[in-house]
């Protein structure tokens, strides 16, 4: 059989994630490939570690990639951090907190949650009051839950944990870019990414970076894989996955260069550029443009008549929630907005299925012109599909935002 040459058609991606990447980082994915210790490789590696130290205004010198989508840095995070039997406090306001608690699940923890209706967050007071009755020996949390919208407050959560004697991981998937996030600043131990959102990269690299503090409970778990080096290293109960043993990966992106997995050149090539990108633009820069392009496609979307979802004052940056309108079919619209338009935006999970639509404003896609593209094309197809929309109310909302923050 013959199969025609591979040529899938040219989306805009303005979804939850994944987006288009940046054409800089889809070019990087493709140079040339070399040996995983070739000085010029392992050079980049540390590159890369220093640009993402920038990405999350860290100084930790654990910083680096974990081969895999997001939930591999989790899983990673959470099967090295956490022993079986230790007890792990969750904070769940969404889908992807309800992920965190799975996988502590599965890496053999006792958890207990906290929870918020989907669409609103945690105060810290709450978090504490969770930890003093639950003493946990880490707690989790998301920071912007992509199923729900919303962006869970951070600052000052770390020391908060630390009072309580647990360590805190945070899943910075969706927002890591998009929205203020200060690792050591607001003293978080573990916090991992993945490129497909705000990074504007493919999805299949997950950066990750580690406190000391963390680094130290992690390393009381290192055992070297047999055959690497010469006698025999292990201390502590063994960590119970070899690809996602941190202990391993320190190793492996550290100084010793121990063997571990074969490093993905392009992956590794991708987030380099997408680090690199947002380097040269600085990080605080690239904050504002989500905030100024997810706030106009919000205008825009009211503009248009339609209810924005969640408590607004703690909404992500770059993903808008939209109540589907009662007299439209929400999956309808959506697969003729991806036909007429080739635009892609998402429904949610669960409770949230068909019930709102999310559109993501990220990466490269945090874009005045997308945010202007879709805003139309939405406008077109409320109106095919019969629901009564004010002629150009979308377009003219997010302009005329525009036209305030210039002025
Ligand atoms: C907040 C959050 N966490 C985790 C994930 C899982 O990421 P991945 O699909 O890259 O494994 C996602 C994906 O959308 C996400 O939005």
């Not at 005045?368 to 094309?377: E, F, G, K, N, P």
Request: a negative charge; hydrophobic letters at 40%; proline letters at 4%.
């Amino acid at each position: 059989m013959t199969l025609d040459q591979l040529n899938p058609p040219t989306r805009l991606l303005m979804g939850p994630g994944p987006i288009n990447a940046d054409p800089r980082v889809a070019r990087a994915t493709a140079s040339a490939l070399t040996g995983q210790f070739d000085p010029w490789m392992t050079a980049t590696m540390n590159e890369t570690m220093g640009l993402y130290r920038s990405v999350f205004s860290t100084a930790n010198e654990q910083t680096f990639l974990v081969d895999g989508t997001s939930r591999a840095a989790i899983e990673a995070a959470l099967v090295s951090l956490v022993s079986p039997g230790q007890t792990v406090l969750v904070a769940v306001m969404g889908r992807f907190g309800l992920l965190l608690k799975e996988i502590a699940e599965r890496a053999g923890a006792q958890v207990v949650t906290i929870e918020r209706p989907w669409g609103t967050v945690f105060t810290l007071d709450e978090i504490e009051e969770g930890l003093r009755t639950h003493r946990p020996d880490v707690f989790a949390t998301v920071q912007g839950d992509t199923a729900t919208t919303m962006n869970q407050p951070l600052d000052g959560l770390g020391q908060l944990c630390h009072r309580y004697g647990a360590l805190c991981y945070v899943d910075a998937t969706a927002s890591v870019a998009g929205n203020t996030l200060l690792v050591d600043e607001w003293g978080l131990d573990v916090v991992s990414a993945g490129l497909q959102k705000c990074l504007g990269g493919p999805s299949g690299s997950a950066p990750i970076t580690i406190s000391e503090r963390a680094r130290e409970v992690i390393s009381s778990r290192r055992h070297v894989e047999a055959g690497i080096t010469e006698g025999a290293e292990g201390l502590g109960e063994r960590i119970r996955s070899n690809y996602l043993d941190l202990a391993m990966l320190m190793d492996y992106w550290g100084p010793r260069r121990l063997n571990h997995h074969t490093e993905s050149g392009p992956m590794l090539y991708a987030a380099r550029e997408c680090a690199r990108i947002i380097a040269d633009e600085g990080i605080a820069n690239t904050v504002e443009r989500h905030r100024l392009h997810g706030a106009a496609m919000a205008a825009g979307l009211a503009g248009l008549g339609l209810e924005l979802f969640g408590d607004q004052t703690h909404r992500m940056n770059n993903v808008i929630g939209v109540k589907i309108p009662d007299d439209v079919g929400g999956d309808a619209l959506r697969a003729a907005l991806l036909e007429d338009f080739a635009i892609e935006i998402g429904t949610s999970f669960g409770p949230l299925a068909g019930v709102v639509w999310r559109v993501g404003v990220m990466g490269y896609n945090a874009r005045r012109d997308a945010v202007l593209t879709t805003l139309a094309a939405l406008e077109a197809e409320l109106r095919r599909f019969g629901h009564p929309t004010p002629a150009g109310g979308g377009l003219t909302a997010a302009m005329s935002y525009y036209q305030e923050q210039e002025s």
